[in-house]
Protein backbone atom coordinates (compact mmCIF):
# COMPACT_ATOMS: atom_id res chain seq x y z
CA UNK A 1 0.00 0.00 0.00
CA UNK A 2 1.20 3.45 -0.42
CA UNK A 3 -0.03 6.97 -0.26
CA UNK A 4 1.15 9.86 -2.58
CA UNK A 5 0.55 13.32 -0.58
CA UNK A 6 0.15 16.36 -2.66
CA UNK A 7 -1.55 19.73 -3.23
CA UNK A 8 1.58 21.87 -1.15
CA UNK A 9 2.99 24.85 -1.94
CA UNK A 10 3.20 28.99 -1.02
CA UNK A 11 0.29 31.17 -0.41
CA UNK A 12 -0.52 34.24 1.79
CA UNK A 13 -1.88 34.51 5.00
CA UNK A 14 -5.51 34.42 4.87
CA UNK A 15 -5.47 32.20 1.81
CA UNK A 16 -6.88 28.07 1.25
CA UNK A 17 -4.98 25.16 0.44
CA UNK A 18 -6.52 21.59 -0.77
CA UNK A 19 -4.05 18.79 -0.13
CA UNK A 20 -4.60 15.34 -1.78
CA UNK A 21 -3.75 11.54 -0.22
CA UNK A 22 -3.92 9.29 -2.95
CA UNK A 23 -3.81 5.49 -1.89
CA UNK A 24 -3.08 2.93 -4.11
CA UNK A 25 -5.74 0.89 -2.67
CA UNK A 26 -9.18 0.79 -2.34
CA UNK A 27 -9.69 3.95 1.07
CA UNK A 28 -12.46 2.05 2.23
CA UNK A 29 -9.84 -0.53 2.99
CA UNK A 30 -8.53 1.03 5.52
CA UNK A 31 -10.33 1.86 9.23
CA UNK A 32 -9.00 5.47 10.10
CA UNK A 33 -7.32 7.98 8.17
CA UNK A 34 -5.50 11.03 8.77
CA UNK A 35 -3.63 14.28 8.38
CA UNK A 36 -0.21 15.18 10.28
CA UNK A 37 2.02 17.90 10.42
CA UNK A 38 5.58 18.92 11.17
CA UNK A 39 6.65 22.28 11.29
CA UNK A 40 10.57 23.06 11.49
CA UNK A 41 11.97 22.31 14.63
CA UNK A 42 9.07 20.85 16.07
CA UNK A 43 7.51 16.75 16.70
CA UNK A 44 5.24 15.94 14.41
CA UNK A 45 1.22 16.68 15.35
CA UNK A 46 -2.24 14.82 14.56
CA UNK A 47 -4.17 17.66 13.03
CA UNK A 48 -6.92 15.69 11.43
CA UNK A 49 -8.90 12.01 11.76
CA UNK A 50 -11.55 10.15 10.11
CA UNK A 51 -13.07 6.98 10.53
CA UNK A 52 -16.42 6.06 8.77
CA UNK A 53 -17.89 9.00 10.25
CA UNK A 54 -16.09 10.23 13.23
CA UNK A 55 -14.52 13.64 12.42
CA UNK A 56 -11.76 15.52 14.84
CA UNK A 57 -9.55 18.25 14.55
CA UNK A 58 -6.74 19.42 16.60
CA UNK A 59 -7.69 22.88 18.45
CA UNK A 60 -5.50 24.31 16.08
CA UNK A 61 -7.01 24.08 13.05
CA UNK A 62 -10.95 23.66 14.22
CA UNK A 63 -13.07 25.69 12.21
CA UNK A 64 -10.51 26.32 9.78
CA UNK A 65 -9.70 22.95 8.60
CA UNK A 66 -11.01 19.85 6.81
CA UNK A 67 -10.85 16.19 6.14
CA UNK A 68 -12.87 13.85 3.77
CA UNK A 69 -12.53 11.36 1.74
CA UNK A 70 -13.49 10.13 -1.86
CA UNK A 71 -13.66 6.31 -2.28
CA UNK A 72 -14.49 6.29 -5.97
CA UNK A 73 -11.30 8.14 -6.69
CA UNK A 74 -9.08 6.53 -3.18
CA UNK A 75 -8.63 10.07 -2.31
CA UNK A 76 -8.60 11.67 1.13
CA UNK A 77 -8.66 15.52 1.25
CA UNK A 78 -7.30 17.95 3.77
CA UNK A 79 -9.02 21.30 3.34
CA UNK A 80 -7.39 24.43 4.76
CA UNK A 81 -8.69 27.69 5.00
CA UNK A 82 -7.80 30.66 6.89
CA UNK A 83 -4.15 29.73 6.69
CA UNK A 84 -1.75 31.15 9.24
CA UNK A 85 1.94 31.55 9.58
CA UNK A 86 2.01 28.64 12.18
CA UNK A 87 0.33 26.70 9.59
CA UNK A 88 3.46 26.62 7.91
CA UNK A 89 4.74 22.19 7.92
CA UNK A 90 5.22 19.49 6.07
CA UNK A 91 1.71 17.79 5.97
CA UNK A 92 2.06 13.63 5.79
CA UNK A 93 -1.12 11.70 5.34
CA UNK A 94 -1.57 8.52 7.66
CA UNK A 95 -3.94 5.56 7.14
CA UNK A 96 -3.92 2.50 9.09
CA UNK A 97 -6.20 -0.79 9.30
CA UNK A 98 -5.77 -2.83 12.22
CA UNK A 99 -1.98 -2.53 13.29
CA UNK A 100 -0.70 -1.98 9.98
CA UNK A 101 0.09 2.15 9.66
CA UNK A 102 0.83 3.81 6.25
CA UNK A 103 2.24 7.15 5.60
CA UNK A 104 2.54 9.14 2.80
CA UNK A 105 5.88 11.47 2.13
CA UNK A 106 4.72 14.77 3.09
CA UNK A 107 4.16 17.61 1.23
CA UNK A 108 5.51 21.12 2.11
CA UNK A 109 2.66 23.95 3.11
CA UNK A 110 4.64 27.70 3.03
CA UNK A 111 2.34 30.15 4.52
CA UNK A 112 3.66 33.81 3.96
CA UNK A 113 2.52 37.14 5.82
Known amino acids: VQLQASGGGLVQTGGSLRLSCAAS????????VAWYRQAPGKSRELIAQLSGRYRDYADSVKGRFTISSDSAENKVYLQMNGLQSEDTAVYFCNARRALDIFWGQGTLVTVSS
Open 25 to 32: TNILYFNH
